[in-house]
């Protein structure tokens, strides 16, 4: 696995975090839950191609 796409997810993890917090400080309950489901489909999308890679790899090896 790549350490770029690692600090990635962290990135987005981190923004996503602070600015639920910032909503939820501000009132606003219902986009900090928008957003925090926002940023998990991001992430969930930036995974995808690994894990085509990842199933072709396995595909390779057992020769499948």
């Known amino acids: 696995m790549d ?5 990635k997810i ?3 993890g981190i923004i996503v975090a602070a600015s639920c ?4 400080k ?3 309950d219902e986009q900090s839950m ?3 489901v926002a940023g998990i ?3 969930l999308l930036m995974i995808t191609g690994k ?4 199933f072709e790899l ?3 090896v057992f020769g499948l």
């Open 3 to 7: 350490v770029g796409l690692i600090l």
């Open 21 to 24: 917090q910032v909503l939820s």
């Open 26 to 28: 501000s009132g606003r």
């Open 41 to 43: 489909i991001v992430v």
């Open 58 to 60: 396995i595909k390779d």
């Open 51 to 54: 894990l085509g890679q990842l």
């Open 10 to 12: 962290a990135g987005v």
């Open 34 to 36: 928008l957003v925090s």
